[in-house]
T-cell receptor
Framework: AQSVSQHNHHVILSEAASLELGCNYSYGGTVNLFWYVQYPGQHLQLLLKYFSGDPLVKGIKGFEAEFIKSKFSFNLRKPSVQWSDTAEYFCAVNAYGGATNKLIFGTGTLLAVQP | DTGVSQNPRHKITKRGQNVTFRCDPISEHNRLYWYRQTLGQGPEFLTYFQNEAQLEKSRLLSDRFSAERPKGSFSTLEIQRTEQGDSAMYLC???????????????FGPGTRLTVT
């Protein structure tokens, strides 16, 4: 069965610090990978996605993620965080070409950026 | 607003009562998903529809849960004889599957927060 692990449950950073959130998945086949973000009081929004091609993908608001197949990882990065990045971040995976396209989510990482 | 909408946003009910939630997906999306999210966890898949057909149900969806999408547009999720363990955020998402310009990614609604007392 597929599973997703997010190792950092709660991260506190100062503004302008660099961010890297870890995500590892467990699945032997080809996958589609996603990062979703949930800002306080708002619904889940897609931050970025990887389907195929260049393993370094860029998303909205300066975020990027790198797919490393050999490590089953899809870590999220941002060079310089802002207070407005305070949110909960979820990594998700689904089986490429799977009929369901259901998403398997990690437990989330709560990021607090201090001004 | 042309995003996914859910009603009600909050529901408080007593144990044993039935509740029904509604989800209106993005209009051109043919797939609709239901997820459940509890505190400290990521969303967990419950079921999904392609048009009006319910194609998969998770083992999390006990016999007390039923979902419909009668005309392939909005969907309802009903929980009968609610239990305290049903307290959670119920999320709906939609996507466009197949066709000339599929998007595949899922767009989420704001959720319905259920509290069972």
């Amino acid at each position: 069965a597929q599973s997703v692990s997010q190792h950092n449950h709660h991260v506190i950073l100062s503004e302008a610090a660099s961010l890297e959130l870890g995500c590892n998945y467990s699945y032997g086949g080809t996958v589609n990978l996603f990062w979703y973000v949930q800002y306080p009081g708002q619904h889940l929004q897609l931050l970025l996605k990887y389907f195929s091609g260049d393993p370094l993908v860029k998303g909205i608001k300066g975020f990027e993620a790198e797919f490393i197949k050999s490590k089953f990882s899809f870590n999220l990065r941002k060079p310089s965080v802002q207070w407005s990045d305070t949110a909960e971040y979820f990594c998700a995976v689904n089986a490429y070409g799977g009929a369901t396209n259901k998403l398997i989510f990690g437990t989330g990482t709560l990021l607090a950026v201090q001004p | 607003d042309t995003g996914v909408s859910q009603n009600p946003r909050h529901k408080i009910t007593k144990r044993g009562q039935n509740v029904t939630f509604r989800c209106d997906p993005i209009s051109e999306h043919n797939r609709l998903y239901w997820y459940r999210q509890t505190l400290g966890q990521g969303p967990e898949f419950l079921t999904y529809f392609q048009n009006e057909a319910q194609l998969e149900k998770s083992r999390l969806l006990s016999d007390r849960f039923s979902a419909e999408r009668p005309k392939g547009s909005f969907s309802t999720l009903e929980i009968q004889r609610t239990e305290q363990g049903d307290s959670a955020m119920y999320l709906c998402a939609s996507s466009l599957w197949g066709g000339a310009s599929p998007t595949y990614e899922q767009y989420f609604g704001p959720g319905t927060r259920l509290t069972v007392t």
